[in-house]
């Protein structure tokens, strides 16, 4: 990871990228509420649509999205954002990284700073924000266009006029009080705006110094990520199926699963050296590595996607007797709050774009899968994001981008909360 300074820039790829303003939470801190500005190359918005925040948490283009806020266990406290550098529209030449305060002065806010990270985790750069005083609104960085690819510049230019002034500066146009006109007829409601993040990480109201809420930014509309695949398979039925045996074999399934569906795949073994489940092409050959644990007592859950065209196919490996069941998906455990677990499991997490909290015990390895349902309308497959690669004691937060599946690898108990 580079540690740059102020006006300091280095190149980043144009791919996706999280980006996270962090700083230390404690009495009398002000909470931090990141955005961000897609600007062209005249540095102004072309509509308010531009500017992405907790109240509008999607660009139309899906090239920005703001994830939520959390909370690491020494109080660091992170407000995200997600950006596909790729996705950005010609014509739009810069993406500010910007942030206000809720009722204080930067001044107040401890060890701030801004990160900018890939999916897995790595860093590709930190700026750190040491000359805050009054400020109540801060530009920490910005991405621009250079020689056909993207850089990241180190900016720390601070606004005493909160969120309002900074947006202004940018083009938002930023509505006057109305005058009340007496015996006026009620106004139609508003279009629905997007779902709210879960109340263990929602943003708070918006900050007192900056205009009044309907000075705000009109939400723009966009749509969701296709959560049909999800919802459909949740509601699937069919009886479960279980298998015993004994070390090597390969399982072939009744036919009367659903095809291209995701099932729940289930394995109980006691004093194996070794568990593992792979699923097996059309051929009988290991495909696909399912699960693998090392643990004494297994009772451990994947997934297995099933064929369109034929039954689904298991390889298992184990030393000792086992039991294998395939389930529905609906009886994977659902992520709503916290839960706990310990060694390979799967969960389903069915809200919006936010941040979770990960805690491992174990001493080996600590892996988390996100699959959720591609923007691409053309793209039938789920995405993947890898959230968590970690080995050892560990406590951590990552983004997760829409509703879908997390298959956890693990070697010991582990704890995951939504909003950290």
């Known amino acids: 990871m580079t540690q740059m300074t102020k006006g300091g820039n280095l190149p980043v790829p144009a791919a996706t990228l999280q980006v996270a303003v962090t700083w230390r939470q404690g009495a009398h801190v002000p909470d931090v509420d990141v955005s961000a500005l897609l600007l062209d190359a005249a540095g102004r918005v072309r509509s308010d649509a531009d500017l992405v925040f907790y109240n509008q948490p999607a660009h139309p283009s899906g090239a920005v999205r703001h994830l939520g806020k959390g909370r690491g266990a020494d109080g660091?406290?992170?407000?995200?954002?997600?950006?596909?550098?790729?996705?950005?529209?010609?014509?739009?030449?810069r993406v500010v990284v910007a942030a206000s305060t809720d009722a204080g002065t930067f001044g107040q806010v401890p060890f701030l700073d801004v990160r900018v990270a890939l999916p897995d985790g790595r860093q590709v750069a930190s700026f750190t924000i040491g000359d805050a005083s009054t400020e109540t609104a801060f530009v920490f960085g910005e991405f621009y266009r250079r020689n056909g690819g993207w850089k990241f510049r180190a900016v720390g230019q601070g606004y005493a006029s909160g969120l309002a002034g900074l947006a202004t500066d940018f083009g938002i146009s930023v509505a006057e009080d109305p005058q009340p006109v007496p015996m006026a007829p009620a106004p139609a409601p508003p279009p629905p705006l997007p779902p709210a993040p879960p109340a263990s990480y929602a943003p708070p109201a918006a900050p007192s110094h900056a205009a009044p809420s309907h000075a705000a930014p009109v939400a723009a509309s966009f749509p969701a990520p296709p959560a049909?695949?999800?919802?459909?398979?949740?509601?699937?039925?069919?009886?479960?199926?279980?298998?015993?045996?004994?070390?090597?074999?390969?399982?072939?399934?009744?036919?009367?699963?659903?095809p291209g569906a995701r099932v729940v795949v289930e394995i109980a073994c006691r004093d194996s050296i070794s568990v593992n489940i792979d699923s097996c092409d059309a051929y009988g050959r290991a495909d696909q590595d399912l699960l693998s644990?090392?643990?004494?007592?297994?009772?451990?859950?994947?997934?297995?996607?099933?064929?369109?065209?034929?039954?689904?196919?298991?390889?298992?490996?184990?030393?000792?007797?086992?039991?294998?069941?395939?389930?529905?998906?609906?009886?994977?455990?659902?992520?709503?709050?916290?839960?706990?677990?310990?060694?390979?499991?799967?969960?389903?997490?069915?809200?919006?774009?936010?941040?979770?909290?990960?805690?491992?015990?174990?001493?080996?390895?600590?892996?988390?899968?996100?699959?959720?349902?591609?923007?691409?309308?053309?793209?039938?497959?789920?995405?993947?994001?890898?959230?968590?690669?970690?080995?050892?004691?560990?406590?951590?937060?990552?983004?997760?981008?829409?509703?879908?599946?997390?298959?956890?690898e693990a070697d010991g108990p582990w704890r995951i909360g939504v909003g950290g």
Request: aromatic fraction near 8%.
């Open 228 to 258: 049909d695949r999800l919802a459909s398979e949740l509601a699937l039925s069919f009886p479960p199926f279980t298998h015993h045996a004994s070390g090597k074999e390969r399982v072939t399934c009744p036919p009367n699963l659903p």
């Open 76 to 93: 660091t406290g992170a407000d995200w954002l997600w950006l596909d550098l790729a996705a950005v529209e010609l014509g739009m030449d």
């Open 293 to 408: 644990t090392y643990e004494d007592d297994v009772h451990a859950r994947t997934f297995a996607t099933v064929p369109k065209d034929r039954p689904l196919s298991l390889l298992v490996r184990a030393d000792t007797p086992w039991t294998l069941r395939v389930l529905p998906l609906a009886h994977a455990r659902r992520l709503v709050h916290s839960l706990d677990g310990r060694g390979p499991d799967l969960l389903v997490y069915e809200g919006p774009a936010g941040v979770l909290s990960f805690v491992h015990q174990g001493r080996s390895n600590f892996v988390v899968w996100h699959y959720f349902a591609s923007h691409d309308p053309e793209w039938e497959d789920d995405e993947e994001d890898l959230l968590v690669n970690e080995v050892g004691l560990l406590d951590v937060l990552a983004p997760v981008q829409a509703p879908g599946i997390l298959r956890i």
